[in-house]
């Protein structure tokens, strides 16, 4: 490419590939995603590395997996050190905004976050529209909505609309286009907060979506040999009494939320064409997990289960005009660690650690490359691992009950229900394994729906066993990396020590330079003995 594009990242949260009308939802209102495939190249099977926002932000934006840094729980942020995306476009160059949905740097730590951007929009600046209509809703412990995450209706402000944080973050953003930096590329990070639960939207998004439309959503009863943490969620939430006009009520509303999202996002690309930079961008439409919704009578997300409504995810690229493109759907498997690779190619830049991402502009050229066989998700944690928060929350006398999240942090206090799992899928097969409990096996051609547990199928046994050979290649190839930057063996003193009696006085000052300069001792040790040769 002739010039860098700008950079365009636009990452709601808690968004799953199922939401958008152009991947099979029929009830899914979404023109202006489903338009953009015309432009652009949307995955159709690209899966996050964790199905919670850290771990996932942690992995996407370094292009390492979870495991590799341990960066596994909602309460084990980036630390200095560990560089991201954002430092990489930075150091080449870019002006980099941001909106301050952190969920990636740690927030104690004074600086750090500060130092990925040259500047972050802090919300809270602008008016927010009114709450729930019935703020009642959730009535008391033991009634149906009290677990469930579902609020409803949200009021109408004076001019009749519902203006969120999610709206200020786009109308910020679009603000910095109209006045970016003409001397630099811009890199734009919109960190959004919807789809998340609770589920809750405004009118019109929240009578939109027509009811008779909605999917088939996938029953617990309809399932066999599912992992513990569901029944444990299921149980601990006592939503039994929940109809299917219930759960049709909750996946409208958050399919009207992926609705405004959808809006949002077309009100940003009007933006960049109004400025004319739309065909010098490079634009990234992404989640970092997805979410239940109803399915397997379960609302929000789970920490350690790998369902495709959790771990399969939007990823649609559009590349600068320049560069040549084949739009439309793309079956070829992508991993959002992929991100990372393809957004430094882009900008003409270089990683400054190891990585694991792979560049997708292949892709973009030609939809039917493959440049993966397997994708990957983990989560999970090893039993009376009280660092993590999913687990220490709870404290010695349990979770708090009022908060809608009280059943999943009780579920995870069972050390088999929340045990450390990792999920490698292929084009047909997906394979769950577990450190306790179950391990999982779908026919995804036979089962896209993941009802059926055939792990102790004899038939499929030699699928188990392959998957089971590449994950453990893959954690092999992966476990750690090493920095780029070299250590010395030796402090200063260490080394004077070692050459101090090859060295003639008056050439003291000299060689003390050289190893306050970093000298390699081989080449030090060779110059000292020819001083003393002389």
């Avoid at 960049?272 to 379960?298: M, N, P, Q």
Wanted: include cysteine.
């Amino acid at each position: 490419m002739t010039k860098r594009p700008h950079i365009i990242l636009f990452n709601p949260d808690e968004m799953r590939a199922s939401a958008l009308g152009h991947l099979g939802n029929p009830a899914a209102i979404t023109p202006y995603l489903d338009a953009f495939t015309g432009e652009a190249v949307s995955f159709r099977y690209a899966y996050c590395q964790n199905p919670v926002c850290v771990p996932s932000r942690c992995s996407f934006f370094t292009g390492l997996y979870p495991h590799v840094h341990g960066h596994r729980t909602m309460s084990y942020l980036l630390r200095p050190g560990e560089t991201t995306l954002f430092q990489e476009l930075r150091a080449a160059g870019y002006y980099v905004w941001m909106n301050d949905r952190n969920d990636l740097t740690a927030g104690q730590i004074p600086g750090w976050t500060e130092s990925h951007a040259d500047e972050i929009y802090y919300g809270g600046q602008k008016k927010q529209g009114p709450g729930p209509e019935n703020p009642g809703l959730r009535g008391t412990r033991g009634d149906k909505q009290f677990y469930s995450h579902f609020e409803g209706r949200l009021g109408l402000d004076e001019t009749g609309a519902n203006y969120n944080g999610d709206d200020e973050v786009v109308d910020a953003a679009i603000k910095r286009i109209r006045t970016r930096p003409k001397e630099q590329p811009l890199c734009l990070f919109l960190g959004l907060t919807w789809p998340h639960a609770p589920y809750r939207a405004e009118e019109p998004y929240y009578s939109a979506v027509d009811r008779s439309k909605l999917p088939p959503r996938i029953r617990a009863a309809d399932c066999t040999g599912k992992a513990k943490i569901l029944a444990e969620i299921r149980k601990y939430a006592g939503m039994e009494s929940y109809t299917e006009t219930d759960w049709d009520e909750l996946r409208a509303v958050y399919q009207g939320m992926c609705m405004k999202i959808d809006e949002q996002f077309g009100r940003l690309m009007t933006a960049l064409k109004e400025e004319g930079i739309y065909d010098d961008c490079a634009i990234f439409f992404f989640s970092d997990h997805g979410d239940f919704a109803g399915d397997y009578d379960l609302p929000e997300k789970c920490q350690n289960s790998f369902e495709d409504c959790l771990t399969r995810v939007p990823l649609l690229i559009k590349p600068p005009k320049e560069m040549a493109l084949d739009p439309g759907i793309s079956d070829s498997l992508a991993e959002l660690v992929d991100l990372y690779a393809t957004a430094l190619e882009f900008a003409g830049a270089s990683s400054s650690h190891t990585h694991f991402g792979r560049s997708l502009t292949p892709v973009l050229t030609d939809r039917k490359t493959r440049v993966r066989e397997y994708a990957f998700c983990e989560g999970g944690r090893q039993p009376g691992e009280t660092h993590c928060d999913e687990y220490h929350q709870c404290g010695p006398h349990g979770a708090p009950p009022a908060t809608p999240y009280w059943p999943k942090m009780m579920a995870q206090t069972d050390d088999e229900a929340h045990a450390k799992g990792i999920m490698i899928r292929d084009e047909r097969y997906k394979y769950v394994s577990r450190t306790l409990g179950q391990d999982e096996l779908y026919d995804m051609a036979l089962d896209p729906n993941e009802t059926t547990n055939r792990i102790a199928d004899p038939s499929l046994s030699p699928v188990v066993a392959r998957m089971q050979y590449v994950m453990l290649k893959w954690l092999q190839a992966t476990d750690d990396i090493v920095p780029f930057e070299q250590d010395q063996r030796f402090t200063p003193e260490m080394l004077w020590a070692r050459v101090r009696g090859l060295v003639p006085s008056d050439k003291e000052p000299q060689v003390r330079e050289m190893i306050g300069q970093g000298t390699p001792f081989p080449v030090l040790m060779n110059f000292c003995r020819s001083l003393s040769e002389k």
